[in-house]
């Protein structure tokens, strides 16, 4: 009797990847699904990986890595019946704590095998690139344009250190970033259906879970279950930086002077003004780009939680 076929996309790159794990975590699937392995060597390879499988009766994939791998192997399997495993192998794995999974990769390996699918919402992206060029991507859990998506620059610069020094890396490129940004003129416009609004960073946040800095949850603002929350940020002043790190950790980055948060929307455009800025999503790096029209992508991807 054929049994369904899986495939498994790992990046050794990632910081707590090794090869005796991946083994493991292969022979763990095996007793599950007929599977192949890859080791793309880029996104785009990712991303036709996952996009041909339903084409070729691929019934499962696996991620194995950090948060990176994930979000390019969700982007061929949205709208799709075909589910994504996380098998937790990076510095951050946001979407593997969003879905309680186990945080060792041979066990999340083993929780697969008597795992159920869950469908979740994503973030739909429609992005006019620097080039002019329209895109369209989803990010998993948030994204963010201006400071945020310049610290994902920064960190990713010196990957390196990101492999060494893990969630220290992204405080440190944080710290740095922010101060690079104090006094800042707004060079952005967001709009979250009330009238566009100037800003010097926006971020768009659909689960509670929005964390490069380990276990600790941060928040845009209160919980909004199936739904976005945009923070917008009018301006960054060396004295924000304590209200901001307390208003992450305890849902009330709303509270902080120069922050406005919406709650529950469907659908956010943030333009730059004048000269294109970055953005990023799930903490991977969309470039710069002109504009970005965010709309929520309900029941959108399969999932085993």
Request: charged share 20%; net charge negative.
């Given at each position: 009797?054929?049994?369904?076929?899986?495939?498994?996309?790992?990046?050794?790159?990632?910081?707590?990847?090794?090869?005796?794990?991946?083994?493991?975590?292969?022979?763990v699937?095996?007793?599950?699904?007929?599977?192949e392995?890859?080791?793309?060597?880029?996104?785009?390879?990712?991303?036709?990986?996952?996009?041909?499988?339903?084409?070729?009766?691929?019934?499962?994939?696996?991620?194995?890595?950090?948060?990176?791998?994930?979000?390019?192997?969700a982007q061929?399997?949205?709208?799709t019946?075909?589910?994504?495993?996380?098998?937790?192998?990076?510095?951050?794995?946001?979407?593997?704590?969003i879905?309680?999974?186990?945080?060792?990769?041979?066990?999340?390996?083993?929780?697969?095998?008597e795992?159920?699918?869950?469908?979740?919402?994503?973030?739909?992206?429609?992005?006019?690139?620097?080039?002019?060029?329209?895109?369209?991507?989803?990010?998993?859990?948030?994204?963010?344009?201006?400071f945020?998506?310049?610290v994902?620059?920064?960190?990713?610069?010196?990957?390196?250190?990101?492999?060494?020094?893990?969630?220290?890396?992204?405080?440190?490129?944080?710290?740095?970033q922010?101060?690079?940004?104090?006094?800042?003129?707004?060079?952005?416009?967001?709009?979250?259906?009330?009238?566009?609004?100037?800003?010097?960073?926006?971020?768009?946040?659909?689960?509670?879970?929005?964390?490069?800095?380990?276990?600790?949850?941060?928040?845009?603002?209160p919980?909004?279950p199936?739904?976005?929350?945009?923070?917008?940020?009018?301006?960054?002043?060396?004295?924000?930086?304590?209200?901001?790190?307390?208003?992450?950790?305890?849902?009330?980055?709303?509270?902080?002077?120069?922050?406005?948060?919406?709650?529950?929307?469907?659908?956010?455009?943030i333009?730059?003004?004048?000269?294109?800025l970055?953005?990023?999503?799930?903490?991977?790096?969309?470039?710069q780009?002109?504009?970005?029209?965010v709309?929520?992508?309900?029941?959108?991807?399969?999932?085993?939680?």
């Open positions: 009797m054929s049994r369904d076929r899986a495939l498994i996309i790992a990046n050794p790159a990632a910081s707590s990847f090794t090869g005796a794990a991946f083994r493991e975590v292969s022979r699937l095996s007793d599950r699904w007929d599977l392995q890859h080791w793309p060597e880029s996104p785009s390879i990712t991303h036709a990986l996952t996009r041909e499988a339903p084409e070729r009766g691929i019934t499962a994939v696996f991620a194995m890595g950090g948060d990176g791998v994930v979000h390019h192997a061929g399997l949205v709208g019946d075909v589910p994504l495993g996380v098998i937790p192998s990076g510095t951050t794995n946001v979407l593997a704590r879905l309680e999974l186990p945080s060792r990769a041979i066990a999340a390996g083993h929780h697969h095998l795992a159920t699918v869950r469908v979740v919402p994503t973030i739909r992206l429609t992005v006019e690139q620097e080039d002019g060029e329209t895109t369209r991507t989803h990010a998993l859990f948030a994204l963010g344009f201006g945020d998506a310049d994902v620059e920064l960190a990713e610069a010196a990957g390196h250190r990101k492999r060494t020094l893990g969630a220290a890396h992204y405080a440190i490129s944080t710290v740095r922010f101060m690079g940004y104090v006094g800042r003129r707004p060079h952005a416009m967001v709009d979250v259906g009330d009238g566009p609004k100037d800003a010097v960073a926006a971020q768009v946040q659909l689960h509670d879970i929005y964390t490069f800095f380990g276990p600790i949850p941060l928040r845009a603002g919980s909004s199936g739904a976005l929350t945009v923070a917008t940020y009018r301006k960054l002043t060396p004295w924000m930086l304590p209200g901001l790190a307390i208003g992450a950790a305890t849902g009330r980055g709303g509270q902080v002077h120069n922050v406005e948060v919406a709650l529950d929307r469907s659908t956010v455009k333009t730059a003004v004048d000269d294109p970055h953005a990023q999503a799930d903490g991977e790096p969309l470039g780009v002109h504009s970005v029209i709309d929520l992508a309900p029941d959108s991807l399969r999932v085993f939680a």
